[in-house]
Every structure is written in C-alpha cells, then in structure tokens.
C-alpha cells in the first residue's frame, strides 16, 4: 500500500507495547497489498529491531518490559512472521541481515572497498546495513553498506577512523557486487554445533545461563571461514563474550582466536 499506511498498522500495534503473531501478519498484509516500497521495508525493519535489542555488555537491566521507551515485546511468533517476511523480498533485517553482512564481507575481503567516488551517491531507496567492527580492533572506521537487492550491488561509505587532518570524514565506494553465500547448510551446521565448539573445541567455559549464537561468518584467504562466536544470557540477552574461531567448509573446527 504506503509507508504511511503502514507505519499507522505498526503504530497500532505498538500501543501495548507488545507485538502478537496476529498483529505481525497483520503489518505485512499490509505491507503486501500492492507493490512493496522500501520505505515499508523499513519500517517494519525497523518494528522488528525495536523488539530485540541486543543489550551491550555491563548495560545494567532492570525488570521493566519493555526495558527502554519506545521499544517493544516480540512473541516468538511475531518475530518469525517478520524474518519469513524478510527472507521471501530479499530485505537485510531480522534473520537476513547476518546473511546480508556475510555476503558483503566477502565481497570486501576479495575485493576491498571497492571505486572510490568523488560525490556521494543517491542511497535514499537503497537498504541500510550496519557493518560490524573486527574483533579487537581499535580506532577502526564506520563502515555502513548501501544495499540495492534487486541489482545485487551495494555502495559503501566510511566514516572515522584515523584519518590525515584534511581529509574528508565521510568517503564513498561503488558500486559493488555482493559476495557469494556461503557454503549450503554452514551456518545451520555452526548453530547445531556452537556450544560444542565453543566449549569443547575452544575451551571456553560456558554456564547454565549462557546462550551461544553465530554473530558473524567470513571467509578467509585460507579457504577457511572466520566465526564469530557470541555468549549471552540466554533470558536478557546480555552479551558476556564474542569469540573468533576458524573452522573449513563443513563447519569444523580449525582453531581458536
């Protein structure tokens, strides 16, 4: 239908502060009406962040649901609506955006930032991806990444950084082709195998309370993948560890750090 029209069914259904499955369905049949815009992707892209929040770690929680103002409470079912709605147009949120960083990073570690560019490209009908900073690394520029799914390509600015006095904070990349995915079934295999690789393989000692999720995968120039492990408290999601392992194609273990 509209950006507008869709952004009042979300409205809607954010005045409890808790977002149903049926209220979910109901946002994307909305959404579905007619063709779908970028700007109801983003809107619902954003609906979808305001209810899983990833808390920092030390960020102190209190019992307040939602814990900050303006976010809200997703039912299992409301949050599986909107990655089934992700994943069938191809937007880079919820469950698709991990896929989305993966594809863009390798693309950067074939190819690097890609053709610098003099002016700033027109980004306002393309998705917005936030690229995560490398583990350990210190003083490191803000990549964000300008996806257009359609045509497969995405631009590039970065922001920040230690940068000579003179230069431009902000520069532009592109455009660029996405990355391959990755091997069929890697990811689901790290997910089914992460708390034994990450405790046994690695030798990290996980709790009761911990939950171990895959953050982050990337290939490698030893024709290996680079993992990013992340423990977290399985109820609030407090983020206690991310750990860098490599594992091969099958999603076995290589080596830890």
Aim: proline share 6%; glycine share 8%; no cysteine.
């Amino acid at each position: 239908m509209s950006t507008l029209s869709v952004s009042k069914q979300i409205k809607t259904a954010m005045a409890d502060a808790f977002i149903t499955k049926l209220e979910a369905e109901t946002v994307v049949k909305e959404a579905e009406k007619g063709r779908l815009t970028v700007g109801e992707s983003k809107a619902i892209a954003d609906l979808f962040d305001r209810g899983n929040r990833e808390i920092p770690p030390g960020m102190m929680v209190t019992l307040a649901i939602p814990e900050h103002p303006g976010d809200v409470v997703m039912e299992a079912g409301a949050n599986n609506v909107l990655n089934a709605f992700f994943a069938k147009h191809q937007i880079p949120a919820g469950a698709e955006k991990k896929i989305m960083i993966e594809r863009i990073e390798s693309s950067l570690a074939k190819d690097g930032w890609g053709t610098p560019l003099t002016t700033a490209p027109n980004v306002k009908n393309l998705h917005l991806v936030r690229l995560p900073y490398p583990e350990g690394a210190a003083d490191y520029p803000t990549r964000n990444a300008f996806v257009d799914t359609k045509k497969g390509e995405y631009y590039l600015s970065v922001s920040g950084g230690l940068v000579a006095p003179g230069v431009l904070p902000t520069k532009w990349y592109g455009p660029n082709k996405l990355g391959d995915a990755l091997p069929k079934g890697l990811r689901s295999t790290l997910e089914a195998n992460a708390r034994t690789i990450v405790s046994r393989d690695a030798g990290f000692a996980l709790t009761r309370s911990d939950a171990v999720l895959v953050d982050t995968i990337k290939p490698n120039s030893r024709g290996n993948f680079d993992v990013v492990f992340k423990v977290a408290h399985f109820l609030n999601h407090s983020v206690r560890a991310r750990l860098p392992i490599e594992v091969d194609a099958n999603g076995t273990f290589v080596a830890a750090g």
